[in-house]
T-cell receptor, first 113, second 117 residues
Framework: AQSVTQLDSQVPVFEEAPVELRCNYS??????LFWYVQYPNQGLQLLLK??????LVKGINGFEAEFNKSQTSFHLRKPSVHISDTAEYFC???????????FGGGTRVLVKP | DAGVIQSPRHEVTEMGQEVTLRCKPI?????LFWYRQTMMRGLELLIY????????DSGMPEDRFSAKMPNASFSTLKIQPSEPRDSAVYFC???????????????FGPGTRLLVL
């Protein structure tokens, strides 16, 4: 079975500071990996995805993530956050040839001025 | 495209009543997913369809829940009878198959916030 673990449930961070959100997955098969963001009272929006190729993936709003197969990780980073980045972030995985997304528990980011 | 459309956005009902949630996927997408989000359980996949056919409903909590997709542009999730523990945000998402055969991104609707009193 596939599982996704987000190690931090909440991450407070000051505006213009860097942030890293950790995500680890477990799977015996090739996976696709995703990061979604959920702003308050809204649906999920895709930030970035890894399907294959370069392990460093760049997404929207200045976010990037690095796929590390040996550590089974897909951590999300942003070098300088804005107040508007306050949201909940979800890591998700699916089998490379599958359809179902398995979500992590989410990490709530609170950006403080 | 308008994206995935869900209605209603908010629903308040009393225990025992029937609730119907609606979803219109993105045009051309052949997969449709229903999720439930709660504080306790996070995001859970309830059921998904491919070309209007239910493929996996193993996440549907119990017989009170049912989902249909009568055509490529419409799906419903029905709860009958509803219970307070069904209170949650229900999301619909759609996607399509990539030319390489892999799964493309799932696009989520804004969700329906359900409160069962």
């Amino acid at each position: 079975a596939q599982s996704v673990t987000q190690l931090d449930s909440q991450v407070p961070v000051f505006e213009e500071a860097p942030v890293e959100l950790r995500c680890n997955y477990s799977s015996s098969v090739s996976v696709y990996l995703f990061w979604y963001v959920q702003y308050p009272n809204q649906g999920l929006q895709l930030l970035l995805k890894y399907l294959s190729g370069s392990t460093l993936v760049k997404g929207i709003n200045g976010f990037e993530a690095e796929f590390n197969k040996s550590q089974t990780s897909f951590h999300l980073r942003k070098p300088s956050v804005h107040i508007s980045d306050t949201a909940e972030y979800f890591c998700a995985a699916s089998k490379a040839a599958g359809n179902k997304l398995t979500f992590g528990g989410g990490t709530r980011v609170l950006v403080k001025p | 495209d308008a994206g995935v459309i869900q209605s209603p956005r908010h629903e308040v009902t009393e225990m025992g009543q029937e609730v119907t949630l609606r979803c219109k996927p993105i045009s051309g997408h052949d997969y449709l997913f229903w999720y439930r989000q709660t504080m306790m359980r996070g995001l859970e996949l309830l059921i998904y369809f491919n070309n209007n056919v239910p493929i996996d409903d193993s996440g549907m909590p119990e017989d009170r829940f049912s989902a249909k997709m009568p055509n490529a542009s419409f799906s419903t999730l029905k709860i009958q009878p509803s219970e307070p523990r069904d209170s949650a945000v229900y999301f619909c998402a759609s996607s399509h198959l990539m030319p390489t055969g892999g799964r493309e991104t799932q696009y989520f609707g804004p969700g329906t916030r359900l409160l069962v009193l």
